[in-house]
């Protein structure tokens, strides 16, 4: 009775999970993609390099209708210069809102948020000063162009101060490192796919 019971038990029992695959090969595991997820602060600091290189771009434009102005009355030869260095230091500020590795290697102060306000506050005032022109419309693109830059200026300062742009460094870096690890993990997964479809092959054609 006894040896019934126990070969009753033994029949019910259920099989161990066998691995699939020959050889003692053991199951591929999938490697899981990293959730490349977009950071708030990064997005933000994006949109306002884009609005305030806009803005660098109207006072480029403005300055650029103050310089004719000025050359084309023949009465104001130094505010037309003046209006000269104004338009290469409008260029200069939009380019570096674009925060260029070039720019950013030549001029290495600029990468700190406190000296890159104070240089948009200086060409907000030299796109305000001298209004040496006499038409109404552009006086009044001078000045939307210039406090809109001072704005910009003083609200660069502040969060330097803050120590804003530090941090938006440091998660930009580990965006890039990220970024990177992830391009090396698809083109490991790519090699990895190459051999495996090399070693079928050389399997099936020594069957």
Not at 47 to 61: D, G, K, R
Not at 117 to 137: C, H, S, W
């Given at each position: 009775m006894a040896n019934?019971?126990?070969?009753?038990?033994?029949?019910?029992?259920?099989?161990?999970?066998?691995?699939?695959?020959?050889g003692g090969d053991t199951p591929r595991c999938r490697r899981r993609r990293p959730s490349s997820r977009s950071d708030p602060l990064l997005i933000v600091c994006g949109?306002?390099?884009?609005?305030?290189?806009?803005?660098?771009?109207?006072?480029?434009?403005v300055n650029v209708l103050s310089a004719v102005q000025s050359f084309r009355a023949g009465l104001d030869i130094f505010g037309g210069?003046?209006?000269?260095?104004?338009?290469?230091?409008?260029?200069?500020?939009?380019?570096?809102?674009?925060?260029?590795?070039?720019?950013?290697?030549?001029?290495?102060?600029?990468?700190?948020?406190p000296a890159r306000?104070?240089?948009?506050?200086?060409?907000?005032?030299?796109?305000?000063?001298?209004?040496?022109?006499?038409?109404?419309?552009l006086i009044l693109l001078q000045n939307i162009a210039s406090y809109l830059l001072l704005a910009c200026g003083l609200i660069y300062i502040i969060s330097g101060v803050l120590c804003i742009g530090v941090l938006k460094r440091s998660r930009q870096q580990k965006a890039t490192s990220r970024e990177q690890t992830v391009r090396d993990l698809e083109e490991l997964e790519k090699r990895r796919e190459e051999l495996e479809a090399l070693l079928?092959?050389?399997?099936s054609e020594t069957a």
């Open positions: 019934e019971i126990s070969a009753s038990a033994s029949g019910a029992a259920p099989e161990a999970p066998q691995l699939v695959g020959g949109c306002f390099s884009i609005v305030t290189a806009a803005i660098a771009i109207l006072c480029f434009a210069i003046f209006r000269c260095y104004a338009v290469a230091i409008s260029l200069f500020v939009a380019v570096v809102e674009t925060e260029w590795g070039f720019i950013i290697r030549f001029c290495k102060i600029l990468e700190y948020w306000g104070m240089l948009q506050i200086f060409l907000a005032v030299m796109t305000k000063a001298y209004p040496n022109v006499e038409r109404k419309d079928i092959a050389a399997r």
